[in-house]
């Protein structure tokens, strides 16, 4: 699983298939159906599975509602799909897919503009992990994309 906290997901032509929870799903849901070209088409046809204990009928095209447990779930569709999976957009998800060993690698953008607020893009954890810099670069106009793999516990 290929996380990229707070704002997940790097090149979308790289995605397989996506996981949001459903914030980040209603954003998408709403823009990308309208949108076209290339990238629009790729969003519009992959895979989509949103854990939501809300949600029950997704009307984004090819989108699958996921409810329980969420690192039961996870880990049941880490065994089922082919391919990576990428989460867009929930820093929360994320934080608990990496506390529940459930991510293999991160995609960190990093955007030189100080907010002076936000979110912490990984929260408090029981126990270390280390990650080894397999990929980095630098695009548009000097915004670096770092991506780590686990290096073990």
Request: proline fraction near 8%.
């Amino acid at each position: 699983m290929t996380c990229s906290p707070p704002r997940c997901g790097s090149s979308p032509t790289a995605t397989r298939h996506t996981e949001e929870t459903q914030t980040p799903y209603e954003s998408f849901a709403g823009a990308w159906p309208h949108y076209q070209g290339p990238l629009a088409d790729k969003y519009n046809s992959m895979p989509k599975y949103v854990l939501s204990s809300t949600l029950t009928d997704p009307e984004w095209n090819n989108t699958r509602v996921i409810k329980g447990d969420v690192l039961e779930e996870v880990t049941r569709l880490k065994e089922e799909v082919d391919g990576e999976i990428q989460v867009p957009g929930s820093t929360r998800l994320v934080q608990a897919l990496i506390a529940g060993d459930l991510v293999d690698e991160i995609r960190l953008m990093a955007f030189p503009v100080i907010l002076g607020t936000g979110r912490r893009p990984f929260g408090e954890t029981t126990r270390k992990t280390t990650w080894r810099l397999t990929e980095s670069k630098t695009v548009g106009e000097g915004i670096p994309i770092t991506t780590f793999q686990r290096a073990g516990g």
